[in-house]
């Protein structure tokens, strides 16, 4: 099946840092999903991005979808601590978004 | 409005024995898919509910298998439990038609000794 490599695995960093994390794969893709997953929680849809070069914006996050559309980064301003979580990204296959395929995730922690 | 809500929480099995998960959507979805998050791992598809059929599958066995009730509610099972079921199990209710997210439910962890 596709796969989607996340990077990094991890980030260490302070309050108030900017945060990028992307996203590549060896295949095209029509949508692409960012997801923060808090400990204990299910993960929550932060970002849906679905033509190559959209770039959108949530608050202080920023997605893009890139021009090959292999490949897409999420970008965090401006850090809090609750911040802190996992963060995936996924595409959507099939007719919905019911099926959904996830990266490894990046692991974000944000010190005070 | 609630949202998607899975039961129970936590479970412990022995291996070989059989479980029952279960979820209820968001109101107003009917689709309902199942994941299995593993430690460290994003979460992979199991299978998709769609009318009360399963209308997708990914790459789990037959030892996994569901059901989806006329209220759109839904159940997984998996019988003969092995160690690496151990997880947390997530449900995620969508809109069929159109393009909606996926809303997930908190997830069961399941621990198998």
């Known amino acids: 099946g596709q796969q989607l490599n996340q990077s990094p695995q991890s980030m260490f960093i302070q309050e108030g840092e900017d945060v990028s994390m992307n996203c590549t794969s060896s295949s095209i893709f029509n949508t692409w999903l960012w997801y923060k997953q808090d400990p204990g929680e299910g993960p929550v849809l932060l970002i849906a991005l679905y033509k190559a070069g959209e770039l959108t914006s949530n608050g202080r996050l920023t997605a893009q979808f890139g021009i090959t559309r292999k490949d897409s980064f999420l970008n965090i301003s401006a850090s809090i601590p609750s911040d802190v979580g996992i963060y995936f990204c996924a595409y959507a296959g099939g007719t919905s978004y019911g099926k959904l395929t996830f990266g490894q995730g990046t692991i974000l922690t944000v010190h005070p | 409005d609630a949202g998607v809500t899975q039961s129970p929480t936590h479970l412990i099995k022995t291996r070989g024995q059989q479980v029952t998960l279960r979820c209820s959507p968001k109101s107003g979805h009917d689709t309902v898919s199942w994941y299995q998050q593993a430690l460290g791992q994003g979460p992979q598809f199991i299978f998709q509910y769609y009318e009360e059929e399963e209308r997708q599958r990914g790459n789990f066995p037959d030892r996994f298998s569901g059901h989806q009730f006329p209220n759109y509610s839904s159940e997984l099972n998996v019988n003969a439990l092995w160690l690496g079921d151990s997880a947390l199990y997530l449900c995620?209710?969508?809109?069929?038609?159109?393009?909606?997210?996926?809303?997930f439910g908190q997830g069961t962890r399941l621990t198998v000794v």
């Open positions: 995620a209710s969508s809109f069929d038609e159109g393009s909606t997210e996926a809303f």
